[in-house]
């Protein structure tokens, strides 16, 4: 089953947007691929479908954003609810490169990793109960398509700290 047919976009519940930050070039293709991959897996499964349905809402609109070189407190998150759906806006780090040889295998686990400690966050600010089991995250398909990536050159740094995005940025970075 190809990673296009997972989940219809009528029964999907969560909504991955994907976006890099252009202070470091953009993130690797194998990476976006794979934390897209692993949201589309989460979305299919039953044990997360039945999970989210206790959140009342709709849908989870899961922003994340790759940052490159930016290292900052974590977790950095802007999480609103906006009518029935949560709109979840999250910064990751960029995995340090693998070997060639198992790229997509790491850049896998790390995307899964990063999710989950993602959701960790949004089930804690939801008071929801604790997160299902991660299901095993299939193969990344060889002809996987390019994931759309919203890609932003960040503003002059403000303030002490030039080296993190700002709640602010990551709020905006989707929007417009």
Request: proline fraction near 11%; aromatic fraction near 6%.
């Amino acid at each position: 089953m190809g990673e296009q047919t997972l989940c219809t976009a009528r029964d999907s519940w969560l909504h991955p947007h994907l976006g890099a930050t252009t202070t470091g070039g953009p993130a690797p293709r194998e990476y976006v691929v794979a934390l897209r991959h692993v949201a589309l897996t989460l979305d299919a499964d039953p044990r997360w479908r039945s999970w989210w349905r206790q959140s009342g809402l709709s849908a989870c609109e899961l922003g994340i954003v790759a940052e490159g070189p930016l290292d900052h407190p974590r977790p950095s998150a802007d999480i609103r609810r906006f009518d029935d759906r949560l709109q979840a806006n999250f910064t990751c780090a960029l995995p340090a490169r693998a070997p060639v040889e198992d790229t997509s295998e790491q850049a896998t686990r790390t995307a899964a990793g990063e999710i989950r400690a993602m959701f960790e966050v949004i089930r804690q600010a939801l008071t929801m109960p604790a997160l299902p089991p991660t299901p095993p995250v299939p193969d990344l398909p060889s002809d996987a398509a390019d994931v759309p990536v919203t890609t932003r050159h960040l503003p002059e740094a403000v303030g002490d700290d030039p080296d993190h995005i700002t709640l602010a940025q990551i709020e905006e970075f989707f929007s417009s």
